[in-house]
């Protein structure tokens, strides 16, 4: 019976050449017929040429590392890029269940504090909110002054409370616009001193007595998308669930 199946097998030579002719996929599956098969897909001669196309910076690290098979380099490469470009998942945190608290201080005095749910403040399809403000909070205000900005995201129900920025410094109050940025700490469980390319932003308008907020992308200086800017405070403001990864 053995006899009859070796001799039903292709020889080594045709399994190579076959194999040059097979896509990545179809090498995988091939692989795991036999052992003789595993390793005529596993050769380097058949990996190199799909590695070096598709990776060819992993490709050129054959030369540092000889001993890493190409098929290792191809399925290396081939997560990361999955990885990279799999569209993010749906955040779990919805624009319903947060509210935004704004104050705004000098010498310990408020100048006016805001709580407002985000979902009742005017947005434009990014994460940057406009809320008006109680008619004459400024006038008192003259010349530079010592100000301390706080906002605050909470999770309704006061569940949570992620502070966004707590800014402390001298603003003219002469000026028309009073502008404030923080940058914010990376997301995850596995947050360390690294920035995360993000910055809270606070804007306050004294001529219109308008105050707006929002997260801005260091890289452009453009505004998160609703869905990005809640995907970031979910890592602060829901159970994490990484797995603790």
């Known amino acids: 019976m053995s006899e009859t199946r070796s001799k039903n097998l292709p020889p080594w030579e045709a399994l190579v050449m076959v194999a040059h002719y097979l896509d990545p996929q179809t090498l995988a599956l091939a692989s795991c017929v036999s052992k003789s098969w595993c390793q005529a897909m596993s050769l380097d ?16 690290l054959k030369i540092s590392y000889p001993s890493v098979p190409y098929h290792r380099l191809y399925a290396t490469g081939l997560a990361a890029f999955k990885r990279r470009h799999n569209p993010p998942s749906k955040p779990r945190l919805s ?22 749910a985000a979902s009742k403040m005017n947005n434009n399809q990014v994460f940057k909110f406009d809320v008006g403000v109680k008619h004459g909070s400024f006038k008192g205000i003259k010349g530079l002054e010592e100000m301390k900005v706080t ?32 940058e ?39 505004y998160v998308s609703i869905e990005d800017g809640l995907r970031y405070l979910q890592h602060f403001l829901l159970p994490c669930q990484c797995d603790g990864m």
């Open 45 to 60: 001669v058949v990996w190199r040429p799909l590695c070096s196309s598709s990776f060819p910076s992993l490709s050129n």
């Open 95 to 116: 624009i319903d269940n947060i509210v935004f608290t704004i104050q705004l201080s000098t010498k310990g005095v408020p100048i006016f504090t805001i709580a407002e």
């Open 151 to 182: 906002w605050n995201v909470v999770l309704k129900g006061w569940e949570a409370i992620f502070t966004m920025m707590d800014w402390q410094g001298k603003l003219s109050c002469r000026a028309v616009e009073g502008w404030f940025s923080e």
């Open 184 to 222: 914010l700490p990376c997301a995850g469980c596995c947050s360390s001193e690294v920035g995360s390319g993000i910055v809270a932003d606070l804007k306050v308008d004294m001529e219109v007595e308008k105050v707006s907020v929002g997260i801005l992308r260091v890289v452009d200086w453009r």
